[in-house]
């Protein structure tokens, strides 16, 4: 349809128009960053987490470039941490399910040699392995899809089955990947980095909500294929992975560029490892920050989580992922893609890209 009109159409009208057309309304009043704190947040675990994020974006530019990404991923190590508490007053998290070599006492938690099972997750390992220590595994798994489950609006109600091997070569061999990915998902099977190695890397937390998101988005999806770059960077933004992504990198940012355009981004993102572990590693620490910024910037910038949340709806509900994706953010998801470029705008932290100490609480 074409419309053609001699007098001139105003901003407000044009929103209207766009809207009945099925297009998203332009912003009027485009997002303002929040006004700037005094003092300045100096550490990751500073900043508002998502979870209680009010408005979008959540940081003023400079908070960003002071505290670095949000990271609350290393909560559980710092001073005065206990286990938060769900709506039954139930704890949840770590020291939930066992306080050292003791296993506490839960409906629902069973302990089988070589298995743990509790609510939406399921642990095995070799029986060489003590069952005390894989349930910090457990609870980190169900931490992350309690939250996942409320940052998306979504929710599963089968199992999530992971495999813990005995150690990182029985990974290797069992997956084909190196240590740099955190672990491999088909369906409702994953099989983890071991567990060991994960809470000695300090991505134990992350790993869980990166592997979370990823196997509820599979859910949402129900059977229609969403790009790598919207599924593994939503699942890093969700994980706050950011600070990770800035020391892995670190090493390579002399010889160049760290970020991938979106074409690449996918394309690494969607194809095998990489025989070489090293330029598997590079690429896909690469790709991995190249969408996390990608997301980043729609999340943050672009409608926040309840536009996300009314995309997630739209697609559980059978509509066209392309479709919703025109009429909430004015282009399909390949468009989308090229919109979000992480090599079209600077990282968000700015020049500060200096790695902040994440595993140490801040300064008191």
């Known amino acids: 349809m074409t419309f053609r009109s001699a007098i001139p159409v ?3 009208a044009l929103a209207l128009l766009l809207v009945a057309c099925g297009r998203p309304a332009i912003d009027v009043n485009p997002p303002v960053p929040p006004p700037l704190p005094d003092p300045l947040p100096t550490h990751p675990a500073q900043l508002t987490p998502l979870l209680e994020a009010k408005s979008f974006p959540r940081f003023h530019p400079r908070v960003l470039e002071s505290a670095g990404y949000p990271d609350h991923k290393h909560s559980f190590g710092y001073p005065g941490y206990t286990p938060p508490v769900d709506d039954d007053g139930l704890t949840y998290g770590l020291f939930s399910l066992a306080r050292g070599t003791q296993l506490l006492p839960r409906e629902g ?6 298995e743990l099972r509790y609510r939406r997750v399921q642990v095995t390992f070799p029986d060489t392995l003590d069952a005390v220590l894989l349930v910090p595994l457990v609870e980190f798994l169900d931490w992350a899809e309690r939250d996942v489950t409320a940052l998306l609006g979504q929710a599963r109600d ?7 091997p005995v150690d990182l070569a029985a990974y290797t061999a069992a997956t084909g990947q190196g240590f740099h990915r955190l672990y491999r998902l088909d369906g409702s099977q994953g099989i983890v980095e071991p567990a060991n190695v994960l809470f ?3 991505l134990a937390l992350h790993a869980a ?17 969403l790009p790598r770059w919207f599924t593994d960077g939503l699942a890093s933004y ?11 990198l670190a090493m390579y940012r002399p010889l160049g560029p760290v970020v991938f355009s979106s074409d690449d981004t996918e394309a690494v993102l969607a ?3 990489h025989a070489d572990q090293e330029i598997d590693k590079r690429q896909y620490r690469m790709a991995g920050y190249s969408a996390f910024l990608m997301v980043w910037e729609l999340v943050e910038h672009r409608g926040g989580l309840e536009r996300l949340r009314q995309f997630l709806d739209r697609i559980a509900a059978g509509e066209s992922a392309d479709r919703v994706s025109v009429d909430l953010w004015g282009h399909d998801l390949a468009g989308l893609a090229a919109e979000l470029d992480a090599t079209r705008r600077p990282e968000p932290v700015g020049d500060a890209i200096g790695a902040r100490p994440v595993n140490r609480p801040p300064a008191s």
Request: proline fraction near 6%; charge should be negative; glycine fraction near 10%.
């Open 109 to 114: 938690f069973l302990v089988e040699p070589g």
């Open 158 to 164: 089968d199992t999530l089955r992971v495999v813990n």
């Open 10 to 12: 105003s901003v407000a």
């Open 209 to 225: 909500y990166h592997l979370m998101t990823v196997w509820q988005l599979d859910h949402v999806a129900g059977g229609q294929q």
């Open 238 to 248: 969700l994980a706050e992975d950011g600070m990770h992504f800035l020391s892995y």
């Open 271 to 273: 194809s095998p490892p």
């Open 200 to 202: 000695a890397r300090g």
